[in-house]
């Protein structure tokens, strides 16, 4: 019989890790849900924040190892050299927060409760968020989980372009590498920001119109 591919190795691996990663998904919502309902009861009418949790198929995670090589492939004569246990978001949480003067409150909150946790900030200028990963000792001492807190608006986008470019149908298998449309994209997060930065400001103008008045 043929050795297995490093592929069909990695596979296996995700569903012995499956328990764990949704140990982790799971303690990581309940303990951010919790410590950020203080903000939840104080936000205005206007205002959102929504807590979501995820775990990273088992393709999608093979796919992100495989990415992360110098060469974008894996060496099948190596197969020791790669475990999805290095991925940092096997297991996360999205934060989504509106408006984006929220996301200073929600960072803070979550900050005091994972101190350990190690930043890893986005590689866009113009995405308004945090990032960061390290270990639920809670439930498990071997995947790592990730939690973000981020602009609503930027975060809804990312579902639009995760199903667009990360589960394509064959024809459009690589059209995010296009540069024309990566240009889009920032074209996308620059107008997401401006029309953030345009809302705050003109809410601003309006608290300060009621303080005159009363």
Known sequence: MADR????????EYFDLVPDIRRVAQQL????????LPISRTLERHEQLQVTSRIKECDSAVD??????????????QPDLYSLLTLRDLAGVRVLVF???????????????????????FPQANILGHKY?????????????????????????????HEAFYKPTPRLKGIERHPDMKQRNDEV?????TWEDQFEHLALQGEDSSDESA
């Open 29 to 36: 919502e309940a303990e951010t849900k919790y410590h950020t």
């Open 5 to 12: 591919s490093i592929e069909d190795r990695l596979r296996e």
């Open 64 to 77: 992100a190892l495989r990415r992360r090589q110098e060469s974008g492939t894996f060496d099948q004569n």
């Open 99 to 121: 408006p984006p003067k929220r996301l200073a409150d929600v960072d803070q909150v979550l900050r005091a409760q994972f101190p350990a946790w190690i930043p890893d900030p």
């Open 133 to 161: 990963y390290g270990f639920c000792a809670e439930c498990s001492d071997k995947i790592q989980g990730e939690y973000q807190v981020l602009s609503m608006l930027t975060g809804l986008f990312w579902e639009v372009e």
């Open 189 to 193: 997060y620059v107008a997401l920001r």
